[in-house]
Every structure is written in C-alpha cells, then in structure tokens.
C-alpha cells in the first residue's frame, strides 16, 4: 500500500500503525543469520553475469536519500510490499533511518550503533537495494568500502541525475522478484537433478542439500519462465592507500572507491604539485587544482566535468584527469586496470596542507595529505574466479549491480549506457537544438 505523502507527516507524528513493542521494535543486526553469497556467471551472447543464488536472500539493506519525502515513502512502500510477499526476508536499515522509520513499519527492523556498522553488514547483508540518485549508490557502496566482497545492489532511480540507477521505482515488484528468484529451479525435477543445477559460490550456504523441495515460493517466478537469472554488471573498484613520510599506512586496510579519488587544494590559494608515478616508473609532476584518479563508473562522474574521457564500464582501466592544470599539454590518460598509480606531494607544496583528500565525495582525515605522504591507488581485481588463483566457478570482485534481465537474446548489456549518454548528459547534441 502506497503512503500518499499528504499524510506521511501525520504518519509520522501520530504513528497510525499498531504501537505494540513487538511490531515497532528495533532490533539487533547481529541477530540475523550470516550473510547468503551468490555466484556470477557468464551468459552466452549477453556482456553482463547472471546471479545465482543457493538459496533465497534473507537480508536485505535499505539505504535512501535523506531528508526526501519521496524516498522515505518509497522504502516504506517497498518494506510492505516484501513483508507482504516475502515474510522470510528481514529489512536492515542505517541507524538514522532506523530511528526514521521503525514507526512507520509494522514489523521488526534491524540496525546496529555506527561504530559498529560497516562491520555487521559485511557479515550480514545479503543484498542492498537503494532509494535516491548517484550518491545514494555511492554511499551503499562506500558502506562495504573495505570489503572484498559486495552484496548485489539493487537501484531504483530517485535522485537527480540517475545515470547509475537502472530501474524506476514504479517497477519495484518486478525487480525485486527477477532478483530474488535468480538461480531458483522452474520445477521440482531441475532440483532433483543435479545436472542441471549451476554450479554456487564456495561461500555460500546452501540450506537444501540433496533431493529435496525447492526453498523458494512454488508460484511466485511462474512469469519468469525457465530462465531465471538476474542480469549484474560488475563495476570495478579501485584501491587505495595513503601513507606517512615514513611508509605508515594512515587508511583502512582494504580501502575501496567505486568513481574516484580526488586530490585537490581546497581552501589554499596555492596550485598543488603532485608527484605522479606509474608502476613504480616517475610519469610527471602535476601542478594543478588537483588530480582525479577515476574509474570507468567514474568516468561520467568529476572526471568528464574536468575534461576527462568517457570510458564504457566494462574495460578494466584507471583513468588520471588533471583539475585545472597549469600546462596546457596535460591531458586526461587512460591506463590499463592492472597498473598502479603513485601520487606523493613534494616540497613545492605552500602552506601548512599540500592538499585535501576525498573518496567518493567524502573528505578522508582532517588534516589533509602533506608533503611527503603518498597516496596509494591501483585497481581491484575483477574476473573469473580461477584466473584470479580461486577454485571453483564464477566471477568475483567489483560492486555487482543489477541490471535488467528482460533483454533479448544476443544483447550485450549496453542499453542503459548509452541510453544514459543520449538522455541525461546530451551526448554530442546538437548545440540549439530543441528536443
């Protein structure tokens, strides 16, 4: 049931659902069971993975744009109708949303205090759906930001620009059954037979060994057909460390940013001069307002605002754009993903900071990088599982995001990129031209 949002303030000051404790209560995260890990696997024809889980999904993190009517009604639809359709499934909100919400929600809610968050829903979380824009998705990301691992993200466009966003929140219900239902068998005799199951994350916990009956509802992917598999297009991450003059490392260990890593001189009045290497080769001196070092998500993000390359999300690359340069002949460069890439800030540097750092949009430390500290970046490790040194089947690493699974066969997944090209940023429109 939809919550028209001329009462959503009553709602929330009069609380019109049930008060009992048990139906209102927040309750803890380390409660839940451990997370379920699905594995990713290629599709013939088609350039994105297909999901698959061993069993259904559990858990799911809401994460929306704060301080929207728009959102905040969206998730409260959203908590109802998987209540409703998917009593198994426990809802994980951020402790503010919590706080936000839990009145607003007849059933249960789990969160857990801050300090301890980002290491609860590493072990907890199952799957993440999110409510807003880019920086909605980002900052679900940013929340698994030293984990290796990344539940699949489920993103309904709510913000202001979209272009990561894949599906409209009107087709919440769809979405959420193609992911909940990917992997599960179309009838009782694939379960039995064990050929014909895909082969499963070595992660995972499978809760139905041998010959039984599926976990999954009977009739609930009855529309989906024998094809049961969500479409997920996994964004590479880069890597990042900052270390002091003397080679501590300053950041959390395993530190991860889905668009960039932002070096830039802040409120100083002084160009930086940023010292950049190349796989442990000297490149160039940067003498700018900064240096974005970007991924290809990112790419479309600060990094084309300063002049950079469009770079499509499935090449492995680092992008280096320059903010501002001094020298006219210093252009944005694209490097292979295997690369790493070296920014120490040297003597040149005037005042008390040479520069300040930001992951994602959101500044790390106080006191900024100073002369001598370097700046760590190199990208994340994305493929198959085996090519990587693993055992077993399937692709690993990156942030998985889900995609729509209705595409023809023979489609390579490009659709929402270029359809983000085109309709949001414009791409090569004709200058006057009305649409």
């Not at 900052?139 to 290796?148: G, K, R, V």
Request: glycine fraction near 10%; include cysteine.
């Amino acid at each position: 049931m939809k919550v028209p949002r001329r009462r959503l303030h009553g709602l929330i000051c009069q609380r019109q659902f049930s008060s009992s404790s048990r139906r209102l209560e927040i309750r803890a995260l380390a409660d839940l069971p451990d997370r379920i890990h699905p594995s990713y696997h290629e599709t013939k024809g088609n350039d994105l993975l297909s999901l698959q889980w061993p069993s259904p999904p559990r858990n799911i993190l809401l994460v929306k744009k704060e301080n929207t009517t728009k959102t905040t009604e969206a998730v409260i639809e959203f908590a109802q109708h998987v209540q409703a359709i998917y009593p198994n499934i426990s809802l994980i909100l951020e402790p503010t949303a919590a706080s936000e919400l839990h009145a607003l929600i007849p059933f249960p809610i789990y969160t857990t205090p801050t300090p301890s968050l980002t290491s609860f829903l590493a072990r907890k979380v199952d799957l993440t759906a999110t409510f807003g824009g880019d920086g909605t998705i980002l900052h679900a990301s940013s929340l698994f930001a030293t984990n290796p691992s990344v539940p699949p993200i489920l993103t309904f466009s709510m913000g202001t620009v979209n272009f990561l966003n894949e599906w409209k929140f009107k087709e919440h219900k769809r979405a959420f059954r193609e992911l909940y239902m990917s992997g599960a068998p179309s009838s009782r005799h694939s379960i039995l037979s064990s050929s014909s199951e895909p082969p499963v994350s070595q992660n995972a916990t499978p809760t139905f060994p041998g010959p039984q009956l599926s976990p999954w509802p009977p009739n609930l992917g009855a529309s989906l057909g024998s094809s049961r598999a969500a479409r997920v297009l996994l964004r590479n991450r880069l890597r990042v460390a900052i270390t002091s003059p003397s080679g501590e490392l300053l950041t959390p260990p395993n530190l991860h940013a889905l668009n960039e890593i932002v070096l830039y001189r802040g409120a100083s009045p002084h160009l930086t001069h940023i010292s950049i290497s190349i796989s442990g080769r000297v490149f160039t001196e940067a003498v700018a307002d900064g240096l974005i070092i970007a991924t290809p998500t990112g790419s479309t993000a600060y990094s084309l605002s300063c002049g950079g390359s469009i770079v499509h999300p499935l090449v492995k690359g680092i992008l280096i754009t320059p903010i501002n340069a001094r020298s006219l002949s210093f252009r944005p460069v694209v490097l292979p993903g295997e690369a790493s890439v070296g920014l120490r800030l040297g003597e040149d540097n005037q005042g008390a900071r040479g520069c300040e750092v930001s992951i994602d949009g959101v500044s790390i430390g106080r006191e900024g990088m100073f002369s001598g500290m370097e700046a760590r970046v190199w990208g994340e490790s994305v493929g198959r599982r085996r090519d990587l040194g693993g055992e077993g089947d399937g692709w690993i690493g990156g942030v998985p995001c889900v995609m729509r699974g209705s595409q023809p066969d023979g489609a390579t997944g490009d659709e929402g990129w270029v359809g983000g090209l085109n309709g949001l940023l414009k791409f090569n429109y004709p200058i006057g031209e009305e649409e």
